[in-house]
């Protein structure tokens, strides 16, 4: 296992240069510059601009300099769009942040859809089947661009439980974490009653049963680990694509992460906060699917890792 672990962290690293290469040649080929406005700057000062970043150098040149920062100084460098900042500033201010809220949202997921996933296959065709579905179907169907303002204008404007926005407080966590995390519950719920359905009709599942085992028992050390295998698989991803930010949950509820920057990078073609968000998002999703892999061997005897 430890030397399966230290192999798929040697490999982290030509992946995260293959993605710092392709980032950072797509980002320098989109049209326009960091400095376009709409009223167009004299070309003297974006020449400067330019000159003091070091753009007006050749591409290749710009990359071994942001690469050789990052690896030798672990700086990502400047923000564009504010000289008095760097990327490095955006992640140590507004990482955290978005890193409790994808936490939270997990955690809601997680504590939703798995019991709601098993109790919709332990009694499937009942009421409990039919209600945990249609409480999946509705997490899946109704985006976070909707639910938001629904769970601000019941429960912060109408019965006002929670404030209406902001972070910092635990009744400020509640409203934005269930917005997050109701859609990742839904699938989640919906993954885990397939693969119960699946696995309480395997053969294994009737000897343990013929064997005299309670059905607790049963359910929990024989059907739940491996229905969970299936399950494990997406939370890498899930919890990469959380922690590091969600654009529409944290403009609705005005929470200071990074999902802004996700996006405002791209439109305004500030070049060093496009490679450290993707380069961010990477690492967790590396790192995430190297832990779901490692969870396997946990869940299933059978895989053994050299």
Known sequence: MFRYIVRRLLWMIPVLFFISVITFSLA????????????ALPAEIIANL?????LDQPVWKQYVKYMSDILLRFDFGPVYSSRSRRVNDIF?????????????????????????GILAALKQNSFWDYLGMAVAIFGVSVPGIVLGP???L????????????????PAKMVLPSIALGMRESAIIARLTRASMLQVIREDYIR??????LTERAVMIRHALK??????????????????TGTFVIEQIFAIPGMGKYFITSITNRDYPVVMGTILLYAVFLVIANLAVDITYAFLDPRIRYT
């Open 28 to 39: 320098h080929a989109v049209p326009g510059g960091p400095f376009d406005r709409e009223k």
């Open 50 to 54: 330019n000159k003091y970043y070091g």
């Open 92 to 116: 140590r201010d507004h990482l955290p942040i978005s890193a409790q809220l994808g936490v939270l949202a997990m955690l809601i997921a997680l504590g939703i859809g798995i019991p709601l």
């Open 150 to 152: 629904l769970l601000i």
């Open 154 to 169: 019941i429960f912060a404007l109408t019965l006002k439980w929670f404030p209406v926005a902001g972070w910092g407080t």
């Open 207 to 212: 000897t343990a049963r013929a064997k005299g």
């Open 226 to 243: 491996n229905a969970f295998i299936p399950v494990a698989t997406i939370l890498g991803p899930m919890f990469a694509v959380l922690v």
